[in-house]
């Protein structure tokens, strides 16, 4: 059964669990639905907001040494094939995940030591949309292997007047792999402006 977890919060993946290297993370979220107001009010659909999730591998110094390290919809698999990316959702509507990576631990390279994923609105600033137009948003992380759920994390915060979320981390240590639920939002308005916090 996977740990729900809370802002801050760490827990293993791989200790104790010999054998686990492979893992599916899915990010989700929805579009707030806007309140009827009344009997005869006519409600305009608010438009998509296209949440882009992204993956950075970063050195032991929690730097991006390489653009290639930026794994998102326009590069969708790492140079040593230990991360990929399995496409872009342009509105979040539907169940389930909105987006997902997979991550193979086995193949990562040992100067990487933390994969953080971030979730940016393309295009916020013409769009003038942020994230408090944004609800039910998550991260969780299966065993791809077996299908079992390890843990999930919801991102209940206020994110209003917020552009880009940080989700949370698989990082090393002492040898083991360990997740952070993170769950800080930025003014950031494009992964370009996420990635320059990590050179």
């Known amino acids: 059964m996977a740990i729900t977890l809370q802002k801050g919060q ?3 993946l791989t200790k104790g669990k010999a054998g686990l290297t492979s893992l599916m993370v899915g990010l989700g979220w929805d579009p707030v639905q806007p ?3 009344g009997f005869f009010a006519s409600l305009k659909p608010s438009a998509n907001i296209d949440c882009d999730a992204s993956v950075l591998m970063l050195d032991e110094q929690g730097k991006v040494a390489n653009n290639k390290d930026v794994i998102y919809f ?3 698999q790492s140079l040593c094939k230990s991360v990929k990316h399995m496409g872009d959702n342009l509105t979040g509507e539907g169940e ?6 997979f991550v193979d631990l086995s193949r ?3 100067n990487i030591h933390r ?3 971030v979730v940016n609105i393309y295009s916020c600033v013409s769009r003038k949309q942020d994230f408090g137009m944004i609800e039910n948003a998550y991260i969780r992380v299966l065993n791809s292997s077996s299908n079992e759920s390890l843990l999930h994390f919801n991102l209940s915060d206020h994110y209003g007047g917020l552009t880009s979320l940080v989700a949370g981390e698989i990082y090393r240590y002492n040898g083991e792999w360990k997740f952070n639920a993170i769950g800080d ?5 494009s992964l370009e402006e996420i990635v320059r916090r990590y050179r």
């Open 185 to 189: 939002g930025t003014k950031d308005t």
């Open 74 to 76: 326009g590069n969708q």
């Open 115 to 117: 994969l953080v994923f």
């Open 35 to 37: 309140k009827k107001a």
């Open 108 to 110: 990562i390279p040992q």
């Open 10 to 12: 760490k827990v293993d």
């Open 96 to 101: 389930g995940d909105d987006e997902q990576v």
